[in-house]
């Protein structure tokens, strides 16, 4: 079936240390987005992508890194400068054109201790 | 921030239909209303959406206002899998712009 996969579904990490979240599609989508979503609240764009080799900053992508360097990965790095990582990290992607909704993982609980 | 807006929560009981309001009064002609709804701890699921006309699909129904201000969401049947916050969101049809998310309305389906 085709889909998005974000592992693992849970991480957990000491204080400083840089991690990668994994997200892969094989939907053949050419834009792939990072949300964090904290308790209670909606969902805050951090990066996206709309085509390989290419991404944009969102409205919280400070202490936050990606690369894009095939259409059907989209790595997430939370750095040791996010103040505060400890969050639900989706990913998600979408045709390029058109209308097309997005199509959302399940999702990496992060907690940094 | 999100251009729409949505009550924060709802009550429904199991069998009746449930319908979801929000508001978009600064919609722009080429911009579409989505609705996504987020059960716990898992990524959101599309549901449906629509520019002007009625939307009917096996999930729910969108009914958009004639002036495209506001719309609701139906879901016909509720059951307690409904139980979930459901998401309106408005974006451009002009390309794959990213979603903005509000807070969206915590439906509760009661037995």
């Known amino acids: 079936d085709g889909g998005i996969t974000q592992s693992p579904k849970y991480l957990f990490r000491k204080e400083g240390q840089n991690v990668t979240l994994s997200c892969e599609q094989n939907?053949?989508?050419?834009?792939m987005y990072w949300y964090r979503q904290d308790p209670g609240q909606g969902l805050r764009l951090i990066y996206y992508s709309q085509i390989v080799n290419d991404f944009q900053k969102g409205d919280i992508a400070e202490g936050y890194s990606v690369s894009r360097e095939k259409k059907e990965s989209f790595p997430l790095t939370v750095t040791s400068a996010q103040k505060n990582p400890t969050a639900f990290y989706l990913c998600?992607?979408?045709?390029?054109?058109?209308?097309?909704?997005?199509?959302f993982g399940n999702g990496t609980r992060l907690t940094v201790t | 921030d999100a251009k729409t807006t949505q009550p924060p929560s709802m009550d429904c009981a199991e069998g009746r239909a449930a319908n979801l309001p929000c508001n978009h009064s600064?919609?722009?002609?080429?911009?579409?209303v989505y609705w996504y709804r987020q059960i716990h701890s898992q990524g959101p699921q599309y549901i449906i959406h629509?520019?002007?006309n009625n939307e009917t699909n096996e999930m729910a129904s969108l009914i958009i206002t004639e002036d495209r201000k506001s719309s609701t969401l139906i879901l016909p049947h509720a059951t307690l899998r409904d139980t979930a916050v459901y998401y309106c969101?408005?974006?451009?049809?002009?390309?794959?712009?990213?979603?903005?998310f509000g807070k969206g309305t915590r439906l509760s389906v009661i037995a």
């Open positions: 969101i408005v974006r451009s049809y002009s390309g794959n712009t990213p979603l903005v």
């Open positions: 998600a992607s979408s045709p390029r054109q058109g209308q097309s909704p997005l199509h």
């Open positions: 600064t919609i722009s002609g080429n911009e579409y």
């Open positions: 629509g520019l002007k």
């Open positions: 939907l053949n989508h050419d834009a």
